[in-house]
């Protein structure tokens, strides 16, 4: 009997992940993962430390190229997706995970009345614009596949719950999972789908005690991994996942279904 194929092959295809500096974080597992199912990997951060992440991947003999660059600007935001697809001529997915965290920077945390109108601005930047720029630059490549992939990775907070001083953030988040349903209309007819995942307690480098303590409280006992988060990711940018499209992925551990959160 001849082999099974294997499920979500990506052998051929061209991958960039961005937002993959921390060896904790959500970013590098999924790109991890795509790689280890045959995709060559475009990885990206603000920080030189993406070498170190690409070097990581080669040695699993997984195709990988790094790039430096901030992706708030939208000038560096189409370098980085022209590098990817110049590299193996292509571009067959797009993961979106910069966003939150930034190496270097801290993270406003305060009522939205409070808020000044730079911190407002630095919150949609991060979160919502810098997606959005990478999206638009890479647009034609990925339609051009014939079988396109799109994955924001956006989160629980705004889209279904919110965080007491987190508005900016919350708003920008949701701003994204809007973003991807019109665009699952507009590049569908493509062949091209456009999902997001949202992740809700995970254990990363950047996790607070607290954030950790509110894994432990959800249903399934603990925060979860970003191991956990990049397999919804290899879902939505697999060929087999051609008929989903403008959907969300919950990787939360079951919280947002409990009413009582907490001890």
């Known amino acids: 009997m001849a082999d099974s194929p294997t499920f979500a092959d990506l052998s051929g295809r061209t991958a960039l992940v961005t937002g993959c500096g921390s060896a904790e974080g959500i ?8 790689g280890r199912q045959g995709a060559a990997v475009v990885i990206s951060s603000t920080t030189e430390r993406i070498h170190d992440r690409a070097e990581e991947l ?6 990988a190229k790094a ?5 708030i600007e939208a000038d560096r935001a189409a370098d980085v997706v022209e590098q990817a ?8 997915i797009l993961v979106n995970n910069a966003g939150m965290a930034q190496e270097g ?13 730079a911190e407002w601005r630095t919150g949609l930047d991060r979160n919502l614009d810098l997606a959005a720029n990478v999206t638009r630059a890479a647009i034609g490549a990925i339609t051009d596949s014939g079988q396109g992939r799109i994955v924001f990775v956006t ?15 919350g708003a920008a988040k949701a701003g994204l999972d809007g973003l991807m349903r019109a665009l699952a209309l507009e590049l569908g007819p493509t062949g091209t789908t456009v999902n997001s995942v949202n992740p809700g307690w995970i254990a990363t480098a950047s996790s607070s005690e607290a954030e950790l303590a509110a894994g432990r409280n959800t249903p399934a006992g603990r925060p979860g991994t970003p191991d956990e988060v990049a397999a919804a990711v290899l879902l939505l940018a697999s060929l087999e996942a051609s008929y989903i499209n ?8 079951g919280n947002v279904i409990q009413e009582v959160k907490g001890p």
């Open 105 to 117: 920077v801290d993270e406003e945390s305060r009522p939205f009345a409070e808020l000044s109108d």
């Open 67 to 71: 790039v430096v660059a901030d992706l």
């Open 27 to 34: 970013g590098f597992a999924s790109a991890r993962l795509l």
């Open 155 to 169: 989160s629980v907070t705004g889209p279904l719950v919110a965080i007491h001083g987190s508005s900016a953030y």
């Open 246 to 253: 403008g959907q969300t992925v919950v990787v939360d551990g």
């Open 58 to 63: 080669a040695d699993e003999g997984i195709e």
């Open 85 to 92: 697809t110049a590299w193996k001529s292509g571009l067959d």
